[in-house]
């Protein structure tokens, strides 16, 4: 089908009138405020959120503050100079010399403090490392773009590949978004107005005047997250995800933006049973944030959502004012891909999770696609456990590696897998879409009762690690060694907190950051820690784990859409490399290659929790601290890098991980955890 030039130029001036039709701004107020047009309101048209955030000029001393604190701040993350020029198969994918852009970007001018933002923010996101992101509560996610037709990538019978509308959108959609459906439906042209529900399922044909994969590929460059192409493409389309409170909907890119970007959409469809296209244009509209704060005008605005607040900065915990770290909601937890825990648990467990602009989703899977399986024994939020017909497969839908009690979610992991060993089952599926990551020692503990006691799962059933060795940490160490400045072990340099490669603890005093291990990577020095062992003794364990293998790991299959990350990877890696486990990534582009895992690292952290560490060493008017950040911003680090399973000499956050089987998505699979897990036993487990 030609579409030509003159149409797509009628279409476009459609969806300016369209967009105009939904606009709820009072336009003399706008003119004089931009911020006032929008403030108060829970739906607004995205010019006019955009026209807010570019009315606000660039403060170069707020500027200059932000790019301080990130550069000064990536002196504790691992990647810098790997990401300069990763490895192969990451070559084409991880290639920003982030140094050298930040100081590009501290000499450029731009013409709002938006703009500045978005640059730095896609200059990070270039990483495709989901722990290292610059992400700021003024603009991120303030106001969520949406529309009511998330996307598929559907296989058909004859092995083609297609864009489709999902076939749940409206039902999703009428849900979510009750108040805003009339705007869509009346965005329908003609004889199709109040239709929206017949175009779930339609294969997409074109999309904004192209084929609908340029639009795939456009949102790989700019998604970051993953190193894995076929992971970032995956982002786009919608899926599932086993949440804390029950199964949610995953809107995908092209449906939720956490900026708003686009004004609307233009679709050329061909409807479920119908010959003859359809070309429609559907508005985006934004949403006021769940955790934004209210505002009337721009002073406001800027006043309860821009300005540092507690929990931005870090503190010290020697200080006699100190509430020991710890808003019981940090500004970090907004965006980490896990549900809420206590700050108290996230300061005492180690974590490895990602980041993202969006937060966790909150729309609900539809009830027709959740699975309709009673939980057995076990089950506990993120972690929910089942037995399939064939009365041998079990399932573990696990949503996270992190739960608001440490201990209560290992036990429950535990004894899900003891009642599933109870009903007969003999082989294990474990769904790990779309999560984030988490507790580190989760990972850890979830391998080695699987597995059972072996030289992989003990003492260490995780990898060797190392942190980056740079000046101010080593002297943040001296100070905890030589100035007691951490007397009730709550830093992460803190030597009693680590042991060594051979899984001995250190001692109170010993320098774990001496002597440095040099090294050369891409041209630049740098400097690493002496190989760190077991993050997770034995005593560690809220209980003994079994001393047999609950699952034969041959049989056991790990599932996802390849949004695996942090210590879902950690987890995923070891079970695949060491034990055997087989690995399905579902959907995808079937000629680009499927990962089953990416964004590894060790161990993440934040800015926040490297200044609590500057500060409370007493090191904060060193030259070397980072400054407070003056705004409400999160500055993510991967601060340990594990080495590798099949090469150790080398970060396994380099390595590859190719799916043992992509699963192709059809209408009966699409967002059906159940049917997906039935295909998967037939193909891999049968």
Known sequence: MVFSSRIYAALVGLAFVAATNAIDADLSVRASDPCAAIGGKKWVAPKDVRACYSSIRVDQNIKTNIIDVVNKTLAFHTSVNYEIKAPEPFTSEVHEDLLADLARIRRQSYASDYDLHIDLSRTLKRLNDGHCVWINNCYDSLFVNYLPTPLALLTEADGTQNVHIAPEAFTVATAEFPDQIDVWQNALPGPLKGKLESFSGAKVLLLNGRNPFDAVGDNALITGSFQG????????????????????????NFAQQSLPLSDFAILTVQRVNHTIPDTIVLPYRSRFGATSQNFTDTASYRANNCVAIAGTNGEDLSSASSNRGIPSSLPVAKFQQQPPIPAQTARKELINVMLDTSPLSDVVLPPTLQPGLTP??????????????DGKTGVLALGSFSDSDFTAFLNSLLQGLLSLKAAGATQLIVDVSNNGGGFICAAHWLHRII????????????????ARDGPLA????????????????????????????SNVPFAATDDWLQPPVRKIINGRADAFSQRLGSECPPEGFPSTPPDVALFDPKKVVIVSNGRCASSCSLFSITMAKEEGSKTVVVGGKKDVPQKYCGTVGG????????DTEVKTTHLKNNTLAPPDLL????????????????????????????????????SKLVNNPVAIWEDVVARLLA
């Open 376 to 389: 057995v024994t076990g089950s506990r939020t993120v972690a929910q456990f089942y037995t399939l017909k």
């Open 631 to 666: 705004v409400n911003g999160v500055q993510g680090i991967t601060w340990r890098l594990a080495f590798g399973v099949d090469d150790p000499a080398n970060p396994e956050e380099w390595q590859d991980h190719p799916a043992d089987l992509n699963l192709p998505l059809t």
């Open 229 to 252: 192409l076929g992971t970032r493409q995956n982002a786009f389309f919608s899926s599932y995800q086993r949440a804390a409170g029950g199964w949610n909907y995953i809107m995908g």
């Open 474 to 501: 080593q002297l943040i160490v001296k100070q905890i060694i030589g100035a007691n400045a951490d007397p009730d072990v709550q830093l992460l340099y803190n030597p009693l907190q680590w042991t060594n490669a």
């Open 451 to 466: 597995a059972g006691p072996k030289d992989t799962t003990v003492p260490q059933a995780g990898l060797a690690t190392a």
């Open 603 to 610: 161990q993440s952290t934040d800015f926040s929790t490297i």
